[in-house]
């Protein structure tokens, strides 16, 4: 894996995140399952303490900013999409968006970036399509787009459609939104500093990400893919990476590693058990793990194997990687394609806590 480690978060990622973590309040979730990592609630709130501070004042001062804006809200608040796609589409545009220009932004450079982020977003769900061959040149070809393809997520069809008609007021406002808001992310850094640079003393070792990614992740590499790697503050307990024909972009929360090596540590937890067993515990899911145990697919393939929507399949999927029951392949020798493999460690593992259960019960 090459990348090159920004010092600093991507800061029009950050102000989309941190909108979109003031709905969800992810810290208070992951304090309240202290349990899960192992360690005691008094702990957790320690972690997590510098990271509230931040977004205590980024937010009180973000916030007037943001609700100057009405018309971007369907975009920030979260959304619980069939598909597998960021819950904020305001993430999963600025995510897209990349290192492209963010000021003076002219209509036919806006239509061609747009059109482009609704093909990719299509091609990636629907078995089949090919972005290459998508072609909207207005309202009229999205909409009979939409109609003669499979996407099993009314909302997120509803949302392609509204970005599309609304482009240029909603991309206008959205970029004068966020370098309004940077600023302010940038002012109160020092109160998160000390935990920034700490995930990138971590990130700074290749061969340490490069094991945490393939072993403990999922996420393998076929090929040395080049990397522009940030720092994220708002995004704190994910890994998340944007391929582009251009580059690619990989965002790792600040305190991802640390959760990951907490939850490792405590491997036999019932709270955990539980929710791996839920992660099985449909038909469907049980299906894909075992037409993966044959081989490794990519989503479009694993679909037909099983006659479903791309969009099926990659609900599913979402839920298993987030148990680590499927491993992720990114890129081979010919393509960019995303692989899915099943974690046959992850699967003996909670045999064994079944088996450990069993005999705790038979004493």
């Known amino acids: 894996m090459d990348y090159n480690l920004h010092k600093e978060p991507n800061w029009f990622y950050e102000v989309a995140v941190c909108i979109s973590e003031h709905y969800l309040d992810g810290e208070e979730k992951i304090i309240e399952n202290h349990s899960k990592f192992g ?121 392609l459609i509204r970005l599309y008609h609304t482009r240029y007021e909603t991309i206008r406002n959205l970029w004068e939104m966020i370098h309004t808001c940077v600023p302010i992310l940038k002012k109160h850094f020092s109160l998160i500093r000390e935990d920034v640079n700490l995930i990138l003393k971590i990130l700074a070792d290749e061969s340490i990400i490069k094991k945490v990614l393939d072993l403990s992740v999922g996420v393998k590499f076929k090929t040395r893919l080049y990397w522009q790697l940030y720092p994220s503050i708002f995004a704190f307990n994910s890994f998340k990476w944007e391929m582009q024909v251009e580059e690619n972009y990989s965002y790792v929360g600040i305190y991802f590693l640390k959760l990951l090596d907490l939850k490792g540590k405590n491997k036999f937890n019932e709270d955990e058990l539980v929710s791996d067993l839920k992660a099985l515990g449909d038909a469907t899911r049980l299906k894909i793990i075992g037409a993966l145990l044959e081989k490794e697919m990519y989503l479009k393939e694993l679909a037909e194997k099983l006659n479903l929507t791309p969009a099926t399949v990659s609900h599913h999927i979402n839920t298993m990687l987030k148990s680590d029951l499927i491993f992720i392949t990114i890129g081979d020798e010919d393509n960019r394609r995303v692989y899915y493999e099943v974690n046959r460690e992850k699967l003996e593992a909670i045999g064994n806590s079944i088996k450990r259960l069993a005999a705790t019960y038979k004493e």
Not at 46 to 66: G, Q, T
Not at 108 to 126: E, G, M, N, R
Not at 130 to 158: R, V
């Open 39 to 159: 360690i005691s609630k008094e702990d957790m709130d320690r972690l997590f303490s510098r990271y509230k501070a931040y977004k205590e004042a980024v937010l009180k001062d973000i916030l007037p900013v943001y609700n100057n804006y009405p018309s971007l809200t369907w975009l920030f608040k979260p959304v619980d999409y069939n598909s597998d796609v960021d819950r904020s589409m305001a993430i999963s545009i600025v995510s897209y968006w990349g290192q492209k220009p963010t000021k003076n932004i002219k209509d036919d450079f806006i239509d061609k970036t747009i059109t482009s982020y609704i093909a990719t977003t299509i091609s990636d769900l629907v078995s089949g399509v090919d972005k290459e061959n998508i072609k909207i040149e207005n309202i009229t070809d999205l909409l009979d787009l939409l109609e003669s393809i499979k996407i099993e997520d009314d909302i997120l069809k509803m949302h």
